[in-house]
T-cell receptor
Framework: GQQLNQSPQSMFIQEGEDVSMNCTSS?????WLWYKQEPGEGPVLLIA?????ELTSNGRLTAQFGITRKDSFLNISASIPSDVGIYFC????????????FGTGTLLAVQP | DGGITQSPKYLFRKEGQNVTLSCEQN?????MYWYRQDPGQGLRLIYY???????QKGDIAEGYSVSREKKESFPLTVTSAQKNPTAFYLC??????????????FGQGTRLTVV
């Protein structure tokens, strides 16, 4: 099955640093989503994007829906230790179903 | 509080046995999904159901079966035909009407280990 290219695979940063991660696809998507997953838990939705060029913030998180509709990025500013987790992008291509295609995830570790 | 409940949290299975993972939601969502997660990989879709009494195969359906007899429930059976069943299984649900959807809510997952 199709998966999105998500990078980087992992990041090890100091508290207070800014973080950027992105996803690219060979297909056009109508929706881009960003989820965070903590160990042993299910993913939690952070940001949803529905329009090409859309830029949306949720606290220290900012995500953008690429103009080409084939990419999206997520930025985290001034990271804190509780930002630790795996961040997944997901895309929906439209049509009759609501299936999501997920990226492979970015593992974020924040050192106090 | 509305949400999705998966049970059990941890499950151990002997080789050759079938096991069933439970997923229940009280969000009144039409669509439900089962994903499999392996270390270092994204979520892969096993089965999904958009309406009661109907379901479709996802990308990795072989060795799995599902039923959708009630809107609230979407159990997943991992059969003995699944060659590598040890993984973290996630259930999700959302609602869609006329092309507009609420986004997927996930359960807390079931970790299945074959012993």
């Amino acid at each position: 099955g199709q998966q999105l290219n998500q990078s980087p695979q992992s990041m090890f940063i100091q508290e207070g640093e800014d973080v950027s991660m992105n996803c690219t696809s060979s297909s056009i998507f109508n929706t881009w989503l960003w989820y965070k997953q903590e160990p042993g838990e299910g993913p939690v939705l952070l940001i949803a994007l529905y329009k090409a060029g859309e830029l949306t913030s949720n606290g220290r998180l900012t995500a953008q829906f690429g103009i080409t509709r084939k990419d999206s990025f997520l930025n985290i500013s001034a990271s804190i230790p509780s930002d630790v987790g795996i961040y997944f992008c997901a895309g929906r291509g439209g049509g009759a179903t609501n299936k999501l295609i997920f990226g492979t995830g970015t593992l974020l570790a924040v050192q106090p | 509080d509305g949400g999705i409940t998966q049970s059990p949290k941890y499950l151990f299975r002997k080789e050759g046995q079938n096991v069933t993972l439970s997923c229940e939601q009280n969000l009144n969502h039409d669509a439900m999904y089962w994903y499999r997660q392996d270390p270092g990989q994204g979520l892969r879709l096993i089965y999904y159901s958009q309406i009661v009494n109907d379901f479709q195969k996802g990308d990795i359906a072989e060795g799995y079966s599902v039923s959708r007899e009630k809107k609230e429930s979407f159990p997943l059976t991992v059969t003995s035909a699944q060659k590598n069943p040890t993984a973290f299984y996630l259930c999700a649900s959302n609602s869609g009407r006329g092309g507009r959807y609420t986004e997927a809510f996930f359960g807390q997952g079931t970790r299945l280990t074959v012993v």
